[in-house]
């Protein structure tokens, strides 16, 4: 399976901030996925990144306040803007990785983020 | 009503015991299947994946799918203090349409084995 790994692990910002979180895989995928995962919640898709295309957000999550960036296959970032206390959350990357023999999804550590 | 429903217990149990964890759901549109085994502060990890109803065996571990009752389970065997973790069922519908890649996770059930 794919190797994922984000940057920061963790992080602790000011309100009306803006914090950009990086995710790199060891090999080159098609899609990549952004979840959020609420303190005692299950995750939420927020946006697919794929590569060459504008994202695709999900139901209550906008590009102003959550711009994505697919650069190339390997890479993505997610910047959380504007931040305020109810963005503290665990934000998490994902990848289908088609190398294998199932076509599901493999999670990256997760970045989690305290507003303050 | 959430597409997808899953106890959040918590459940304990002492060592050795079989644990059984379940989900059900809603979308008949779901035909892949996964559990998810989240430690704490980490990313979920990937431990059953299953396509259609029937069983799923990987060691200590079972994945269960009932389709007709829109009903799955994951089942431990011998459990250990290692397993103590969240698990997450997720599904998936079939690939293709504007759908596809979309995990709907359940909201994880907490599981602790104490020795």
């Known amino acids: 399976s794919a190797v994922i790994s984000q940057k920061p692990s963790r992080d602790i910002c000011q309100r009306g901030t803006s914090l950009t979180i990086q995710c790199q895989v060891d090999s080159q995928v098609t899609m990549m996925f952004w979840y959020r995962q609420q303190p005692g919640q299950s995750l939420t898709l927020i946006a697919t990144?794929?590569?060459?295309?504008?994202?695709?957000?999900e139901s209550g999550f906008v590009i102003d306040k959550f711009p994505i960036s697919r650069p190339n296959l390997t890479f993505s970032t997610l910047t959380v803007s504007n931040m305020s206390p109810e963005d503290s959350s665990i934000y998490l990357c994902?990848?289908?990785?088609?190398?294998?023999?199932?076509?599901?999804?493999?999670f990256g550590p997760g970045t989690r983020l305290t507003v303050l | 009503q959430k597409e997808v429903e899953q106890d959040p217990g918590p459940l304990s149990v002492p060592e050795g015991a079989i644990v059984s964890l379940n989900c059900t759901y809603s979308n008949s549109a779901f035909q892949y299947f996964m559990w998810y085994r989240q430690y704490s502060r980490k990313g979920p990890e990937l431990l059953m994946y299953t396509y259609s109803s029937g069983n799923k065996e990987d060691g200590r571990f079972t994945a269960q799918v009932d389709k007709s009752s829109k009903y799955i389970s994951l089942f431990i065997r011998d459990s250990q203090p290692s397993d103590s973790a969240t698990y997450l069922c997720a599904m998936i519908p079939t690939a293709g349409g504007t759908s596809y890649g979309k995990l709907t996770f359940g909201q994880g059930t907490i599981l602790t084995v104490h020795p």
């Open positions: 990144a794929n590569q060459g295309s504008e994202a695709t957000y």
């Open positions: 994902s990848v289908e990785d088609y190398g294998s023999s199932t076509d599901t999804q493999y």
